[in-house]
């Protein structure tokens, strides 16, 4: 069973994304903030993270910074789910390397598909 990391803030989003996961088959970690995400992280490497971009602390730019630095977490896929909706938040995101972008709301449906076809791709 693919594990996935969910980084959001925002409590009711994050359990309604951690229910859609869960009934998808798929085992959910989440954390409310980027501290929390990054002990995560270390802690249980995932096959996948969901993150958000607008996080207290830490954006979720600089949490795609700190992955992309670290040569063994640069491989696992992230898609963004985020509430800007701007073409330079996507850019940046894509500059960085990420496996999908999304904006809030998102059809369950439509992140299921991407997350699975981000693990195919990844061979998990």
Partial sequence: MA???VIEDDESFLDLVQLHL???GYAVD???????GLRSLIAHPPDLILLDLDLPYLSGF????????????????VIVITGHKDDDS????????????????????QLIEAIGRSLVKRGT
């Fill in 22 to 24: 869960s009934v998808a």
């Fill in 3 to 5: 594990k996935i990391l």
């Fill in 62 to 77: 600089e949490v795609l910074e700190a992955l992309c630095s670290e040569p063994v977490y640069r491989k696992i896929p």
């Fill in 90 to 109: 996507y850019a940046r995101c894509q500059k960085m390397g990420i496996a999908g972008f999304f904006t809030k709301p998102v059809p369950s449906e």
């Fill in 30 to 36: 989440a954390a409310k903030d980027p501290e929390e």
